[in-house]
Structure formats: structure tokens, C-alpha cells
């Protein structure tokens, strides 16, 4: 397979600065509703970037759960190593690829533990399996095999089968406070559309970057 034969033009539309929301959330907003509205695959997944204690960067795609004007939620096992990277470095990307609408969206910023209670109200809404599997999984530890997670899964059904999941103490979420939004379209002969918005004390600012 010749990989370097494969492309293709992207063509469905433009952007231009008069299009963009003076608030970068609204256009997130905006972006993701044409994501939900053309039924792409999972258009909450987002790549999550963090960086290891010894500078290797680590990525994974996780599922956006809410988002509010504070910033963006998502959900893990405290002790995984996403966790224990955030734990060392709370500095983080997240990137929506949204390929097709030919479009993606990356998005710098901080991220912080949630409350307890706000983690509840969200673990609390989970299917049944989806809480049990929380307490099934030590997230990112090497384990022997399937069955040994199946048995675990197992035992938990029977210990919870009665009555409400609690929260593991270990599982919860976190809150990227963004500081730089980066909305990019695909455009013909690879002259895409890049605007950068970053945070100042007053508001935002937002660039055109070259593609």
C-alpha cells in the first residue's frame, strides 16, 4: 500500500472570523452541535494529552461527559496513569477530531479534581454495569487475564446486587479549566482555517494562525 498516495481535499466549507463567537465555549457549542447533528461517531471522544514524570507524553481518547463555563469533565480511576500524570503535572490537551465535518478542535489548559459530590451525581445517573465496572477495574495495572476481571465482575454483581452502588473513592472526575481554544477547518489544497483564541484578564483574544 502506497500510504503516501492517500488524501483527499477537504471541501465542505470554510470558516471566517466573522463566523466565530466572541466566546470560545459558544463556538464549542455551536461545533458540537453540528457534530451531534451529523451523527458522527461518539462526537464527545477527545484525546486527552498528559506528560509522564520522566517527559514522555502519554494520550488516550476518553469521553467528554459535561461541559459548563468552568470547563470540560471527564471521568477515570484516581489511581490510573492518567491520574498519577495529572497528579505531577495538572498541565493538559484535549483534542476533538471530528474528521467528518473536517474538522478538529485542541484545547490547552489545567486540569483539577471535581468535588465528591459532583462526581456521585454523575456515577449515580451510570447504567448499573457501567458503576460496577468503576469498582472491577484497578485502571491501567497489568492483570493476568480476562477471566480474573470477568471473576471480579462477577463477585461485585453479587456484593452490590442489592440496593444503591456507592462511589468508589478511588474513581471521580476532572475539570480541564481552559486557558486556549484552536478551532481548525479543512480546507482546499491544504490552506486550512486555524483560529486561535487565548485567555487574557479582560476576555479572549483570537488569531488566524497559517496552516
Not at 13 to 42: I, K, N, S, V
Not at 50 to 63: N, S
Not at 93 to 122: D, V
Request: proline share 5%; with cysteine; charged share 20%.
Amino acid at each position: 500500500m502506497d500510504i503516501a498516495a492517500l488524501r483527499r481535499e477537504y471541501s465542505q466549507r470554510g470558516l471566517q472570523r466573522t463566523d466565530l463567537a466572541a466566546d470560545p465555549l459558544q463556538q464549542f457549542q455551536r461545533w458540537f452541535q453540528e457534530a451531534c447533528d451529523a451523527e458522527l461517531l461518539e462526537p464527545n471522544a477527545m484525546v486527552v494529552a498528559t506528560v509522564a514524570a520522566d517527559g514522555m507524553p502519554y494520550q488516550r481518547t476518553v469521553l467528554l461527559k459535561y461541559f459548563d463555563p468552568q470547563g470540560f469533565v471527564f471521568f477515570t480511576n484516581y489511581g490510573s496513569r492518567k491520574a498519577q500524570q495529572l497528579q505531577h503535572n495538572p498541565k493538559v490537551s484535549l483534542l476533538f477530531p471530528w474528521y467528518g465535518l473536517e474538522r478538529q478542535l485542541h484545547i490547552t489548559g489545567m486540569a483539577t479534581k471535581i468535588s465528591t459530590m459532583e462526581s456521585w451525581r454523575y456515577f449515580s445517573s451510570r447504567p448499573r454495569g457501567s458503576q460496577i465496572g468503576a469498582w472491577v477495574s484497578q485502571q491501567s495495572q497489568v492483570i493476568s487475564s480476562r477471566q480474573l476481571l470477568e471473576a471480579q465482575f462477577d463477585h461485585m454483581q453479587q456484593k452490590f446486587k442489592q440496593g444503591q452502588i456507592p462511589l468508589p473513592d478511588f474513581w471521580g472526575g476532572y475539570r480541564v479549566v481552559p486557558d486556549s481554544f484552536e478551532f481548525w477547518q479543512g480546507r482546499s489544497n491544504r490552506l486550512h482555517d486555524r483560529f486561535l483564541y487565548t485567555r487574557h484578564q479582560d476576555g479572549w483574544d483570537i488569531q488566524r494562525l497559517s496552516p
